[in-house]
């Protein structure tokens, strides 16, 4: 109680002084809560974006692969040699996906399943031939050399409602109908235009036919009539790119494909991870279990990285900030104890020479750091705490400002920089233009940085940590000094 009492009166006593320790004790913590605050928000933010979008993977030609195998000297043998890969690789059926499914590294999995066939009770939908082109120029349409199933309609099955991921992103929407829960019947959902165009309602048959064999018929029962969302790139189009597909289950297909074994039917897996740590674990995990040399997994993994960027940006920027902080922080407060002892050396003489032992006398020089400290650092927080929102938010500005001039000179580099001649339409669709490998800006336009009792916390564990550094000074100074010596040079 003695020392406590001494190091208050100690404290009154030479105002200045740890006024100004207590200044520069305002700024460090002021700057340290700041800098909790963002990297906590930003990591809480950039885990919560991690939460909500999963890490899918799906099994993609290795295009790569297949090229390394293509002679120019013998285009036509070589053509033949990929015609014959890609069947292999394109071989891929349920019990595969079932089979890779079955890990530790996967959440959860589903596929959908493609192919081409005729009807003998509806009529495809005319397309031109620049339309025909176009779009199997789209990406995402594979061009299988001589593989192609021709057919009048796309038919595509899902295994579960999850894997109807164009329904799900509003790219395809129920106008008539609902979308069957039972993907085990002969059901199906079809295009409002084709809809329109054959008389076809809700609840009305449609059969289909196997395009490689006119034999097989299969019937299918209309549980819901879809609507594509309008696309920009099809505006000229006199139809959408869907009209010709009709929707069902993927039972559909391995009934098809059970009927006729050489019909080309295109198996399209996705894995949701665990983790995007175990990504290349999981690729050898299915090359283990027989994943053909010519497919690929190929994950979003980038994506997500893209979106974040510009958080991530602010929250390593924080980090430094906070390391930068607490180094010159603790070599200003280490410097100016020493001057403090220094300048107290008498003091100590005297204590010492009372009978006072070096430890109490070290603990009182402690004990004043640290009412000093304590009292700055709460000083600090309360600033940082209303700074640390405006702060934070405007480290984003920059980073989003950053990004954006990026993607101009990206433009810029095309000969495509915006320009205000441009027509007002124009000009707008082309500044929503985003290139690949470019920060998504749009993702995070600002931090909630809030100093929450968590970062009280870890701001007292910072400032404890540089007290006891700075203050270490003061131990060794004191335990050095020697009392009669001390008044002697005095006297």
């Known amino acids: 109680m003695y020392i406590l009492k001494n190091a208050v009166t100690s404290i009154l006593r030479n105002k200045g002084r740890n006024l100004l320790i207590g200044i520069i004790i305002i700024v460090i913590s002021c700057s340290v809560s700041i800098a909790l605050a963002i990297n906590n928000s930003s990591e809480s933010l950039i885990k919560s974006y991690e939460e909500k979008y999963e890490i899918e993977a799906t099994i993609t030609f290795n295009r790569q692969n297949m090229l390394e195998n293509f002679d120019p000297a013998n285009s036509q043998s070589s053509k033949e040699n990929m015609n014959d890969m890609f069947s292999n690789a394109n071989s891929i059926t349920s019990e595969d996906i079932d089979l890779y499914g079955n ?33 199997n120029n789209k990406p995402g349409r ?71 064999d006119d034999s097989l018929t299969y019937d299918l029962i209309v549980t819901g009539i879809y609507e594509e969302k309008e696309n920009s790139e099809n505006s000229m189009n006199m139809f959408s790119n869907s009209v010709n597909m009709i929707i069902t289950n993927t039972n559909v297909l391995n009934e098809i494909k059970e009927n006729n074994e050489n019909l080309m039917i295109t198996t399209t897996p996705t894995f949701i991870l665990t983790s995007s740590n175990i990504i290349e674990d999981f690729e050898e995990e299915l090359r283990d279990k027989g994943l053909n040399e010519n497919l690929a997994l190929q994950t979003n993994l980038e994506q997500q990285e893209n979106a974040t960027s510009t958080i991530s940006n602010v929250k390593n920027f924080a980090i430094t900030f906070l390391i930068l ?149 003061a131990i060794i100074s004191i335990q050095k000094f020697s009392p009669l010596t001390i008044l002697k040079e005095r006297s």
């Open 103 to 135: 890990s530790e590294y996967v959440k959860k999995y589903y596929y959908t399943m493609e192919t081409r066939v005729n009807s003998t009770t509806i009529e495809p939908a005319e397309i031109s031939s620049n339309e025909f082109e176009m779009s």
């Open 325 to 473: 902080t607490f180094i010159i922080g603790t070599i200003v407060l280490l410097v100016i104890n020493m001057i403090n002892i220094r300048e107290r050396r008498y003091e100590i003489g005297v204590l010492r020479t009372i009978g006072m032992k070096k430890s109490k006398v070290c603990l009182q020089f402690l004990s004043e750091l640290f009412i000093v400290s304590f009292i700055a650092l709460i000083l600090g927080a309360g600033l940082g705490m209303t700074l640390s929102v405006p702060v934070s938010n405007s480290l984003l500005e920059k980073e989003i400002s950053s990004t954006q001039e990026q993607n101009n000179t990206i433009r810029q580099n095309f000969g495509k920089g915006p320009n205000e001649n441009m027509m007002p339409n124009i000009k707008e669709d082309f500044n929503n233009i985003t290139f690949s490998g470019v920060a998504q800006v749009q993702a995070f336009t600002s931090i909630d940085a809030v100093v929450d009792f968590k970062v009280i916390l870890e701001l007292l564990g910072i400032g404890i940590i540089i007290t006891l550094i700075s203050g270490t000074s």
């Open 142 to 212: 594979e061009n299988n050399f001589n593989n192609v199933t021709n057919g009048d309609f796309t038919l595509k099955g899902y295994s579960s409602i999850e894997s109807m991921t164009e329904f799900i992103e509003g790219n395809y929407t129920i106008v008539e109908g609902e979308v069957s829960e039972d993907f085990s019947s002969n059901n199906c959902l079809i295009n409002q235009e084709l809809a329109t165009l054959n008389d076809i309602e809700v609840g009305d048959t449609i059969t289909i036919v196997d395009s490689n």
